[in-house]
């Protein structure tokens, strides 16, 4: 446990400023994350350095494709969440309103990554906001390093969090679920609007990596012209070159009586992304489809090939253009070692 940073004190009460619900605590109150609590007159961070998860991972299993491919993530997570999400595959730590986990210090982890071979640490599992100050001080450590910082994250931030990920944050996968439709987030994931992850979207422009994923949830999230109006506003913002992964459902928690994803409806959502003019799209969690490669907007072959989270082909030059025509593909870095 520690103090927390982003607060303000109302009296004897206290507005957390980690996501954008700004719970609004008495003395004694813990915030809806299960994890921020106000204790006589201050907020503290209940699950810093409590470490409930701790694996290390290929960089396309955040899924990041277009950022450092190939590289070893260490990947870390605390209990609790900022949101509610019915179908959540890591309910057990994100929906637990308990504090449990091993004691890593932020130089530990660091040391860990480093000691792992990993080029990399990723806050995911659970919603990394939550923990910002946790998070922060290992991404810190990690930066001066020379370790990148990645953030698996709903986005559901306040200007105050967007401000101090910015100090050490490179790269951050934003998922979007259900197309951003209102009804969905307010029945399924229980926030108001989802508008605050726009806002975060746009205040992270120019100053990170970002990629974008959309779970696509049979029956209740899979709306096409919901995924036009998304597309739309990701283009309008972010331009071609945003990479955009659609993924698949898979039944669990509290949508068990919900199918997975048909792959069609998938392909459907791909097609208006394409047709929109993203030029890097993906489909994720139907290993071995088509589209988990990477093709050159100009030839349209197949620049970077794979299979789940393994790259099976290169075919980028020194400067990750593409080799059989020469167009200049947007990836950062280089695999560690090119299949």
């Avoid at 004190?9 to 915030?31: D, F, P, T």
Wanted: contains cysteine.
């Amino acid at each position: 446990m520690k103090k927390a940073r982003l607060f303000e004190k109302v009296n004897e009460s206290v507005v957390c400023k980690a996501c954008a619900r700004k719970c609004i605590l008495s003395k004694g109150q813990i915030g809806f994350c299960g994890v921020r609590k106000n204790i006589g007159g201050n907020l503290y961070l209940l699950v810093y350095g409590k470490v409930i998860a701790c694996n290390i991972d290929p960089i396309e299993k955040k899924p990041v494709m277009h950022y450092m491919p190939g590289s070893r993530i260490f990947s870390i997570g605390t209990t609790g969440c900022s949101w509610a999400c019915a179908y959540c595959l890591n309910f057990d730590i994100s929906q637990r309103r308990e504090i449990s986990g091993i004691e890593m210090s932020p130089k530990e982890i660091v040391e860990g990554a480093i000691s792992n071979n990993c080029q990399g640490i990723a806050y995911t599992y659970n919603e990394p906001s939550i923990f910002i100050e946790f998070a922060s001080d290992v991404g810190r450590i990690a930066k001066k390093k020379g370790l990148i910082n990645i953030f698996v994250t709903n986005g559901f931030y306040t200007e105050e969090t967007v401000k101090e990920v910015k100090k050490f944050l490179n790269c951050a996968t934003i998922d979007i679920k259900g197309n951003a439709n209102l009804d969905f987030v307010r029945k399924y994931i229980l926030i108001q609007s989802p508008q605050p992850i726009f806002d975060t979207l746009l205040q992270l422009k120019n100053s990170i990596h970002i990629e974008v994923t959309d779970l696509i949830i049979p029956k209740i999230g899979d709306d096409t012209e919901d995924c036009k109006k998304l597309c739309k506003f990701l283009f309008d913002n972010f331009g071609p070159d945003l990479p955009l992964h659609f993924l698949r459902f898979h039944p669990d928690y509290k949508l068990l009586n919900i199918p997975q994803t048909p792959i069609e409806t998938l392909e459907k959502h791909h097609k208006i992304a394409r047709e929109i003019g993203f030029n890097y799209v993906y489909i994720g969690n139907v290993w071995g489809h088509p589209y988990e490669n990477t093709y050159c907007p100009e030839c349209n072959n197949v620049v970077i090939g794979r299979f789940g989270f393994s790259i099976t082909s290169w075919n980028l030059d020194d400067k990750n253009n593409c080799k059989f025509c020469g167009y200049k593909i947007k990836v950062f870095g280089r695999p560690i070692e090119k299949p």
